[in-house]
């Protein structure tokens, strides 16, 4: 199985200069965990996560207007993608690697879609079922 069979096509975007409020909200509404971040050329930039709205709530101490942070202070800038044609097993040990949930996919040097650990679970539950 590879990537292509597994990933999601829909990237969920959020705009670098944007208020963590509005990645919050878009994260809610949307039942997901990870935004990956633009700037103005449409480039990504960044992702933001849970994980990393959760560090800014607990290091700050004190109450934090989220209307005054913008994404690109709390985003990470560094975005790790996978091919297309990788193995499922190729994902797996790389976010266990380097200890993240989801991954930008690629193909031909184009953002086609994202690969999460959700959907690495769902092949592979499923995957048992049609052999069973």
């Known amino acids: 199985m590879i990537v292509k069979d597994v990933m999601n096509k829909n990237i969920y975007t959020v705009e670098l ?37 959760v560090v800014l709530f607990e290091s700050s101490g004190q109450p934090i207007d989220i209307n005054l942070v913008k994404v690109s202070d709390i985003m990470t800038e560094n975005v790790n993608t996978i091919s297309a044609d990788s193995s499922i097993q190729d994902v797996a040990n790389l976010m266990v690697r380097a200890d993240i949930s989801g991954l930008l996919v690629e193909e031909n040097g184009e953002n086609i879609g994202v690969i999460t650990k959700t ?9 048992e079922i049609i052999t069973k």
Do not use: H, W
């Open 17 to 53: 200069e944007e208020p963590v409020k509005n990645a919050l909200k878009k994260m809610y509404d949307l039942g997901i965990q990870r935004l990956f971040v633009f700037n103005k050329l449409d480039e990504v930039v960044g992702v933001i996560t849970y994980r990393d709205l």
């Open 119 to 127: 959907d690495i679970c769902r092949a592979v539950s499923l995957s």
